[in-house]
T-cell receptor, first 113, second 113 residues
Framework: QQQVKQSPQSLIVQKGGISIINCAYENTAFDYFPWYQQFPGKGPALLIAIRPDVSEKKEGRFTISFNKSAKQFSLHIMDSQPGDSATYFCAASDGTSGSRLTFGEGTQLTVNP | EAGVTQSPTHLIKTRGQQATLRCSPISGHTSVYWYQQALGLGLQFLLWYDEGEERNRGNFPPRFSGRQFPNYSSELNVNALELEDSALYLC????????????FGEGSWLTVV
């Protein structure tokens, strides 16, 4: 079964700290791993994405680390800000159903000022 | 450029009734995906339409159905509504190219009472 497991379920970080969210997958055919950010009452918005040919991708304060052998990937938010407080979803797709994504369960991040 | 638009924003229905939700994709996008986001359950894939055809469906009963129109807009129909159908229904669109980013709308909240 195609699953993506995400942890932790919730995370509280102080302003300026590093937020780390982890995901693990089972399907070795997955070849696209995006992270989505969702604010209350809004649809998910793409934050950053990676493909398995690289081990790390950085965009501003957001970094994805990817470990193909362990079938794990993680999101690091450096210098976390209160405005980063949202729910974060990891996801994966394998291209067999277009761009269909399998999502993790989500992590509710709270950044305290 | 307009994003993915969904209507209605909120919908309240009685158990046993039918609900119809609508989605207009981003201009130029031919693929539309529907996801269900129930409280605490993450995003569950419902349906994928591309070029007017249903390409794939998730693990949902047949009373969840939909269609895509020639202008690539789509509607999701839920028949014989049950209380557990109460959720945020998200539509997403992308071009027909595999692995392209999918963009979500703000969603339609369906409440079944």
């Amino acid at each position: 079964q195609q699953q993506v497991k995400q942890s932790p379920q919730s995370l509280i970080v102080q302003k300026g700290g590093i937020s780390i969210i982890n995901c693990a997958y089972e399907n070795t055919a997955f070849d696209y791993f995006p992270w989505y950010q969702q604010f209350p009452g809004k649809g998910p918005a793409l934050l950053i994405a990676i493909r398995p040919d690289v081990s790390e991708k950085k965009e501003g304060r957001f970094t994805i680390s990817f470990n193909k052998s362990a079938k794990q990937f993680s999101l690091h938010i450096m210098d976390s800000q209160p405005g980063d407080s949202a729910t974060y979803f990891c996801a994966a797709s394998d291209g067999t159903s277009g761009s269909r994504l399998t999502f993790g369960e989500g992590t509710q991040l709270t950044v305290n000022p | 450029e307009a994003g993915v638009t969904q209507s209605p924003t909120h919908l309240i229905k009685t158990r046993g009734q039918q609900a119809t939700l609508r989605c207009s994709p981003i201009s130029g996008h031919t693929s539309v995906y529907w996801y269900q986001q129930a409280l605490g359950l993450g995003l569950q894939f419902l349906l994928w339409y591309d070029e007017g055809e249903e390409r794939n469906r998730g693990n949902f009963p047949p009373r969840f159905s939909g269609r895509q129109f020639p202008n690539y807009s789509s509607e999701l129909n839920v028949n014989a509504l049950e209380l557990e159908d109460s959720a945020l229904y998200l539509c997403a669109s992308t071009t027909g190219h595999v692995g392209n980013t999918i963009y979500f709308g703000e969603g339609s909240w369906l409440t079944v009472v």
